[in-house]
């Protein structure tokens, strides 16, 4: 008898430790509201993933919390027929296709002429924005509608596009070399709903690709890459935030979720103030670094980030190598504090791989390859599901 209550005591004091060694609000594993292929497959596939996908050729965005965009540069034929120069001067096609984001049901697929690396599709409050080249065109978020932004673009300037997380503000970031081979960026801030710049200055140095925007400015990662500072549009006045972050591959990428409070960090989450506050840190497992890319849902609650655990061989007398061996997306509730999602990519990525949060924080969509499926976010309403 004596024996039997040890067992039982020694199991319940094990139950009692994995109880609060699993994070509170943490859940994995769980199925999809939906998922269904989407992508043709490639015949550039690897036989294992030694590096993250390029996720400049395919990607997915929520153009509202109804309608989830699909959307992939291609390099086989079909194009749609060049109509201008400047179609010609775009040989490669910029494929969008519309689903329904509580089914999955496909609604609508377009097609537009760009260039293979400069494709960028972004969500805002006033719809889908599309950038091919030197054309910029707003659709609505059915795809139904499009306009062109009365913009001028330069179709060899490279123009980066940024979006607020609110959806309402727009910027164009040109990097250009002047007579003396220095550069500087020519930065544009436009207002998403009329089209009107509301900001256009010059930067020295240049901004290049470790920064965001909200609704009233920037926050970026210096040149020497292990601090954060922030600027008001049009100022021209920087404020370092916050201690050293240490340096890692991914730069730290710093991410505005409001005009007054953003995330970064190398081996853990930090949500600060741009006063300097330190709002949470949650540490990653040991191992995990993060990826450039951040997404923010539209009230800037909820964040999400994508890990990747990566392993590292050391040979004698040889450089040593890495590889990517899990991929993993995770959610952030930054007013709670804490993860209320983490989802392991399976399998690894090859080609493509990105990752959405709806407007309304209430879905995350994850494209893997030809495969894109869409999950509920805990504590957030799903409407539609089934």
Known sequence: MKFILQIASVALIWTMVLAFAVPQGLSDGEPPIWATDVL????????????????RRAGVVFSDDTHLVVYEVGHDGGQPSAQTGAEVLRPFVLRLLLLDSTSGRVTLAKEERTRVQDATVLATSSGLLVKTGGVIKLFSPDLAQK????????????????VSPTGKTIMLNEVIQDSLN???????????????????WNESPPLYHHYSISDEGIAALTLVGDF????????GKWARVGESA???????????????LFVYGCDKLIAMSINGDVLMADPFPKGDSPSVKATVSQEGRLVAISLNTVEIKKHFLAESNERVTATHAVVYDVALK??????????LPKNDYDFALSPDGSKLAILNDRKVSVYSVPGQPVWGRR
């Open 40 to 55: 043709p497959p490639l015949s550039r596939g690897q036989m294992s993933v030694t590096r993250p996908p390029d996720a």
């Open 147 to 162: 306009r062109d932004v009365p913009f001028a673009v330069d179709r060899d300037s490279g123009v980066r596009m940024s």
């Open 182 to 200: 220095l550069f500087h960026s020519h930065l544009n801030v436009i207002d998403a709903a009329t089209g009107k710049v509301r900001y256009s």
């Open 228 to 235: 954060i500072a922030v600027s008001g549009f049009g100022t």
């Open 246 to 260: 240490g340096l890692c591959a991914t730069g730290n990428m710093p991410t505005l979720y409001s005009d007054q």
């Open 338 to 347: 804490r993860r209320i999602l983490a989802m392991n990519v399976e399998p």
